[in-house]
């Protein structure tokens, strides 16, 4: 089994700083692209950034140029640095990651972590 353990978060008043970290750990052969989900109240999930194993990234228009994506292949790590946060950053962040077992990708959640953005 595979788990991803997600730390960071909180509470910031705008135009603050936070930083989210994500670890995956279990049976891992490889991991191809990591990511971050977010889903605000009554919204559906939505991508904010991605990296993939050999570090191309790709960001959700609200937050390029405010957030940035990095991951660490030899510790299966994923962070997500967040400046200039905005309320409408204000959501519950998902660490995703897509896992290589044998000839099959398995796609796998973090357990969630608050981000709340005080105006």
């Known amino acids: 089994q595979v788990q991803l353990v997600e730390s960071g978060g909180g509470l910031v008043q705008a135009g603050g700083s936070l930083r989210l970290s994500c670890a995956a750990s279990?049976?891992?052969?490889?991991?191809?692209?990591m990511g971050w989900y977010r889903q605000a109240a009554g919204k559906e999930r939505e991508l904010v950034a991605t990296?993939?194993?050999?570090?191309?990234?790709n960001y959700a228009d609200s937050v390029k140029g405010r957030f940035t994506i990095s991951r660490d292949n030899t510790k299966n790590t994923v962070s997500l640095q967040m400046d200039s946060l905005k309320p409408e950053d204000t959501a519950v962040y998902y660490c995703?990651?897509?896992?290589?077992?044998?000839?099959?990708?398995?796609?796998?959640w973090g357990q969630g972590n608050q981000v709340t953005v005080s105006s």
């Open positions: 995703n990651a897509k896992v290589v077992k044998g000839e099959w990708q398995y796609t796998y």
């Open positions: 279990g049976s891992i052969f490889s991991i191809n692209a």
């Open positions: 990296i993939t194993n050999s570090g191309s990234t």
